[in-house]
């Protein structure tokens, strides 16, 4: 499944979230999903992408995993089914968002909660979505470098 529609299906599975623990499993499903596409990309990507996409690879392996199993939707992980990314910009925005709605119901779960290891698996959660946000970020900031300067003619070559 091409990343932008594996992005949109681990979006509706966040959003219909009920349970702290079902949260905290479905975050663990997006950060591997980062890490699954920073490693297509890492292979198949733009050049100019493919250092980030190491690290964004990197950093979506940090989490731990789910707090319960029984708590994956799905039974499997949703990020084993990714074939490949058609459209590197399409795919990281929709990432980008992605990883905010995990963060987001992250602290809200870790705010909500009084148990104090599912709370501190939640800031260590936290820690890793936003680091590989700002890992998808600066890739989008590239590929907007690289498309300005495609655009803009080199003026020392240009014809006056």
């Known amino acids: 499944m091409d990343a932008e529609r594996l992005i949109a299906v681990a979006r509706r599975a966040l959003a219909e979230c009920g349970a702290a623990l079902d949260v905290v499993a479905e975050a663990w499903q997006v950060q591997v ?6 490693g297509q990309l890492a292979v198949c990507g ?3 992408l493919r250092s980030e996409a190491r690290g964004l690879s990197e950093t979506g392996g940090r989490v731990g995993g789910p707090v319960d199993a029984r708590s994956l939707h799905s039974g499997t992980l949703r990020a084993a089914q990714l074939t490949g990314v058609a459209d590197p910009r399409k795919a ?3 990432l980008v968002a992605l990883l905010g709605e ?3 119901a992250l602290v809200g779960v870790a705010c909500a909660t009084d148990e104090e290891g599912l ?3 939640c800031i260590e959660a936290i820690d890793a979505v936003d680091e590989s946000s700002d890992r998808a970020r600066a890739m989008l900031r ?3 470098l690289r498309d300005h300067s495609q655009e803009s003619p080199d003026p020392a070559t240009s014809p006056p």
């Not at 999903?33 to 920073?38: E, K, M, R």
């Open 119 to 121: 709370y501190w698996q």
């Open 102 to 104: 995990a963060g987001m």
């Open 92 to 94: 990281l925005t929709a």
């Open 33 to 38: 999903l980062a890490q699954a596409v920073g």
């Open 142 to 144: 590239r590929l907007s």
């Open 46 to 48: 733009p050049q100019e």
